[in-house]
C-alpha cells in the first residue's frame, strides 16, 4: 500500500506564470484535499475534491482551481502567481466522502513553491 | 479569525519527562480533534484524535484530553524520546465538514 506521493517537490516560478501540483492518493482513498501552508502558519484548506467533483472550498480566489481523475489522483493548478502564494502546498487523502463519520486524513511530503 | 489557536510556539522537555501541549478552539460546532506531527521537509502525519463524545483518548506514550467546556485539548506525551522533537499542530472539523481548521504548531524540542 503506497501512501500520499506528490510531485514535484520543489519548484520556482515567476509572478505571473502558472503552476500545476500533482498527488496521487494512497490506495483506496476517495477524497482528496489541497492544503496551503504559509511559513510560520498551519495549513489552510484551499479545496477538496470527492469522486472527481470538488465539493468544498475555503476562502481562496478563483485562480486556485483543480481536478481529480477517475483513479483519485489530482492536481491543484494555480494561475497569475502572485509572491505571497509561495508556500508549501500539502495534498490529503482520506478514504469516503463526506457523510460519514470524521477520519482522519493523510498528507503528502508537500510541494514547496516559490513565486519570484 | 482564528478558529483553533496554539498559543505556546514552542516548548523544551528534558528526554524522559512529560510534554504537554495546548491547543484552545472558539467553534462549538468542532466535534473532531486530531493531533498531526510535522518533521521538517515532510508532511504531517498524523498521530491521535478524539471525538467530542470522548475527553480522553490514548494510543501508547500520547494521550489526549479534550475539555468541551473550557474547548481546550491538550497532547501529553509520556515519556518524551528525542526521536518526538517536531513541529505538532492541533486540528478540528465539525460532521459533515469536509476541511480541517488547523493551529499555527507548537515546536517542541526533547533535550537529551
Known amino acids: 500500500e503506497t501512501g500520499v506521493t506528490q510531485s514535484p517537490t520543489h519548484l520556482i516560478k515567476t509572478r505571473g506564470q502558472q503552476v500545476t501540483l500533482r498527488c496521487s492518493s494512497q490506495s483506496g482513498h476517495n477524497t482528496v484535499s489541497w492544503y496551503q501552508q504559509a511559513l510560520g502558519q498551519g495549513p489552510q484548506f484551499i479545496f477538496q475534491y470527492y469522486r472527481e467533483e470538488e465539493n468544498g472550498r475555503g476562502n481562496f480566489p478563483p485562480r486556485f482551481s483543480g481536478l481529480q481523475f477517475p483513479n483519485y489522483s489530482s492536481e491543484l493548478n494555480v494561475n497569475a502567481l502572485e509572491l505571497d502564494d509561495s508556500a508549501l502546498y500539502l495534498c490529503a487523502s482520506r478514504p469516503g466522502g463526506t457523510g460519514g463519520p470524521n477520519t482522519e486524513a493523510f498528507f503528502g511530503q508537500g510541494t514547496r513553491l516559490t513565486v519570484v | 479569525d482564528q478558529q483553533v489557536k496554539q498559543n505556546s510556539p514552542s516548548l523544551s522537555v528534558q528526554e524522559g519527562r512529560i510534554s504537554i501541549l495546548n491547543c484552545d478552539y472558539t467553534?462549538?460546532?468542532?466535534?473532531?480533534f486530531l493531533w498531526y506531527k510535522k518533521y521538517p521537509a515532510e508532511g504531517p502525519t498524523f498521530l491521535i484524535s478524539i471525538s467530542s463524545i470522548k475527553d480522553k483518548n490514548e494510543d501508547g506514550r500520547f494521550t489526549v484530553f479534550l475539555n468541551k467546556s473550557a474547548k481546550h485539548l491538550s497532547l501529553h506525551i509520556v515519556p518524551s524520546q528525542p526521536g518526538d522533537s517536531a513541529v505538532y499542530f492541533c486540528a478540528a472539523s465539525y460532521q459533515g465538514t469536509y476541511k480541517y481548521i488547523f493551529g499555527t504548531g507548537t515546536r517542541l524540542k526533547v533535550l537529551a
Open positions: 467553534n462549538s460546532m468542532f466535534d473532531y
